[in-house]
């Protein structure tokens, strides 16, 4: 099934445009998962216990028209297909680990 | 009005717990606009035209509940009230210019 180009609300606003990429609950966690190696949509609910089949076959989509993931057919079904990040969503890894430094010590100054 | 300290989300995952705190799609643009010094109300609405007033108050309780906003009351109403960064809050500035930093390099991409 080829990913839909969904309409991109690109902004002119950079942080804007950032958000309606990788924005939401579950984008950056998506992509941390797969930072690792490709998984399969089992393997990333997994991982993701609180999120619906849904809601991830949405983000997933989205993140595949922005040519942020892509996916890996290994066959006709009902052969596994596997996610992964293209080398575009790679170069969001830097910004999930800021991100993830900045929730570390956010979780510790409450804990405190 | 003090701020209503919300239950903080805490998660023990980082990401969860930051996307908890400046998640969404107005935190960081809120942050990012109050980053050269405080501003009111009014002068915040102005930046971000696209925000309804009961969403910019939710948000902004919501970072005041986090201890990255504060409010400055400066006389008896109706004196103006300003919101400005707390220190903690300025923690996020090195996480807002990486986001916009690939926002940037995601509009380029797609105006290629």
Known sequence: MPAIRRR?????CPLTAALAAVGGKWKLIIIYWLADG???F???RQEMSSISAKVLTQQLNELLADD??????TGPA???VYYALTDYGRSLLPLVETVRTWGRGH??????
Do not use: Y
């Open 8 to 12: 991109n609300p690109i902004s002119d």
């Open 38 to 40: 490709r998984r399969h």
């Open 42 to 44: 089992a393997g990333l």
């Open 68 to 73: 942020i993931v892509r996916r890996d057919e």
């Open 78 to 80: 009902p052969a596994p």
């Open 107 to 112: 979780i510790e100054r409450f804990e405190a």
